[in-house]
Structure formats: structure tokens, C-alpha cells
């Protein structure tokens, strides 16, 4: 029985939390895929920064708060970054090649 939830069907076309990214053109996969890793990067260095400021309250110490930009937040952006414009750049191919073969 195929549902709407059916998981191979999300896994054929690419569909996550009931978006259908296997659908979006080159400058949408391009934009999400910004957005993306603007959004761990934020999320991440907004937490990383909480976390040091909990660190700095409960030990008395100062640490660096660059630390949160530098060695957390911007590795964690580029990572999620280059994953979500890989697997966006896949989804674009696969519908590309899809085209071609039913043209041809």
C-alpha cells in the first residue's frame, strides 16, 4: 500500500519534511544550499556562545568568545555547507539526466 509518508517514494524524489527539493532549478538548489549554511553557522555559533558563557559563569574564567566564531561556528557552516550543495547538485543531475532520457 503506498502512502503519502511512503519512504522509497522520498528517497526517489527527493522530498525532506514534505518539500520536494529534487524539483528546484539550479539558482533555488544554489540558494537553499546558502541558506543552509548560514543557518548552521548562526545556529551553531549562537549555542557555542551560550555554551562558553555558562563555562565563564560557572568557572570564573574568561575564555575567548572568537573561539565560538572561529574554531565552532564557521567549520560547522562550511561542513553543512558543502553537504547540502552536494546533495542539491545530485538531485539537479539525476532530474537533468531524467530529462534527457525522455526526450530522447
Known amino acids: 500500500m503506498e502512502s503519502i509518508h511512503d519512504l522509497g517514494r522520498a528517497r526517489r524524489e527527493g522530498v525532506i519534511f ?3 527539493l529534487g524539483d528546484l532549478g539550479w539558482f533555488s538548489s544554489l540558494l537553499m544550499g546558502m541558506a543552509t549554511g548560514f543557518a548552521a553557522f548562526f545556529l551553531t555559533t549562537f549555542v557555542s556562545i551560550m ?4 563555562y565563564r559563569i ?3 574564567h574568561n575564555p575567548d568568545f572568537a573561539i565560538a ?3 565552532i561556528g564557521f567549520p560547522v557552516g562550511l561542513v ?3 553537504a547540502a550543495l ?3 547538485a545530485v538531485l539537479y543531475g ?4 531524467r ?6
Not at 94 to 97: A, E, I, S, T, V
Open 18 to 20: 514534505g518539500i520536494p
Open 51 to 54: 555554551a562558553l558563557l555558562f
Open 58 to 60: 560557572a568557572s570564573g
Open 69 to 71: 566564531y572561529r574554531d
Open 80 to 82: 553543512v555547507l558543502v
Open 86 to 88: 552536494t546533495y542539491l
Open 94 to 97: 539525476r532530474r537533468m539526466r
Open 99 to 104: 530529462r534527457r532520457a525522455q526526450r530522447a
